[in-house]
Nanobody
Framework: VQLQASGGGLVQAGGSLRLSCAAS????????RGWFRQAPGKEREFVAS????????YYADSVKGRFTISRDNARNTVSLQMNNLKPEDSAVYYC??????????????WGQGTEVTVSS
């Protein structure tokens, strides 16, 4: 399984970005998928995850109500719509596969990361 994240960039506080994670691999459609982020000097933290069917979604409290995770199994992609961005959302965002857990150790596949910078 290979994951490719994209969509990061520089945005002002209050703005929006949409991250995408394209996946390849014959069983990826049956995997839960997640997004994590890591700011400089901090540990990688859970942001959101979605079940293989898309019927169950989970969010960190810090992003609940602002971020929305979704997936398109026909295209093997997962997206993270980020609205009302705050400077504290600045980080490198990573997509991951084969779990819906909140811990990094529950995922076996990781993308390369895409950087999000929110200016105040």
């Amino acid at each position: 399984v290979q994951l490719q994240a994209s969509g990061g960039g520089l945005v002002q506080a209050g703005g929006s970005l949409r991250l995408s994670c394209a996946a390849s691999g014959r069983t990826i459609r049956t995997y839960g998928r997640g997004w994590f982020r890591q700011a400089p000097g901090k540990e990688r933290e859970f942001v959101a995850s979605i079940s293989w069917s898309g019927g169950d979604t989970y969010y960190a409290d810090s992003v609940k109500g602002r971020f929305t995770i979704s997936r398109d199994n026909a295209r093997n992609t997962v997206s993270l719509q980020m609205n009302n961005l705050k400077p504290e959302d600045s980080a490198v965002y990573y997509c991951a596969a084969d779990s819906v857990g909140r811990g990094t150790s529950t995922y076996h596949y990781w993308g390369q990361g895409t950087e999000v910078t929110v200016s105040s």
